[in-house]
């Protein structure tokens, strides 16, 4: 499945993958969802993709980490992602850092910080206590415009609660 955007030639491999994670926080959003989405790369290639989806599932587990974990686990034949980076457009909560843990996923960088359940810095580092794995962290990358989703998100569900067509 091809999960990249159109973009101009010369942008950066990295902007591809959170452009590619921000398009699956769109589909969230379409769907009434908290706009967060996430990929999984591995040799440079997008290999999984996931979406929030906790409404529609009502699932509290339905996060966009764990989707694209999930899938890239079943693609790949195995749990661990030592291989492999994750792009989140926003900052992982204590579950889904627990999953990265121990996926053993290589990297995360994550866009917008979740000041209210954010556990890679605006809370707690899970990544920092002694567990047996440390993912390489990269805090706020195109955090202006994984914010600016989320910013839109609650701004019109706010909107729609006033009026009354929530």
Same mark, same amino acid.
């Given at each position: ?21 921000? +398009?699956? *926080?769109?589909?969230? !959003?379409?769907?009434?969802? #908290?706009?967060? @989405? /996430?990929?999984?790369? %591995?040799? =440079? ?51 889904? +850092?627990? *999953?990265?843990?121990? !996926?053993?996923?290589?990297? #995360?960088?994550? @866009? /917008?910080?979740?000041? %209210?359940? =954010? ?48």
């Amino acid at each position: 499945m091809d999960y990249t955007l159109p973009l101009p030639p010369l942008a950066p491999p990295e902007e591809q993958w959170m452009f590619a994670a921000i +398009a699956q *926080a769109k589909l969230s !959003a379409q769907e009434g969802e #908290v706009p967060v @989405g /996430a990929v999984v790369v %591995k040799d =440079g290639e997008i290999i999984a993709a996931g979406r929030n989806r906790r409404e529609k599932d009502r699932n509290a587990l339905a996060h966009a980490e764990l989707e694209a974990i999930g899938e890239a686990c079943r693609i790949l034949g195995g749990w661990r992602l030592w291989q492999c980076e994750l792009y989140v457009t926003l900052e992982p909560c204590p579950m889904c +850092a627990g *999953a990265i843990i121990n !996926a053993r996923l290589q990297r #995360v960088v994550y @866009g /917008a910080p979740d000041r %209210k359940a =954010g556990s890679c810095g605006s809370v707690i580092n899970l990544f920092d206590l002694p567990y047996n794995h440390h993912p390489e962290l990269v805090a706020g990358f195109m955090g202006e415009e994984c914010g600016a989703l989320l910013t839109a998100f609650f701004r019109e569900m706010r909107r729609k609660r006033k009026d009354g067509s929530a």
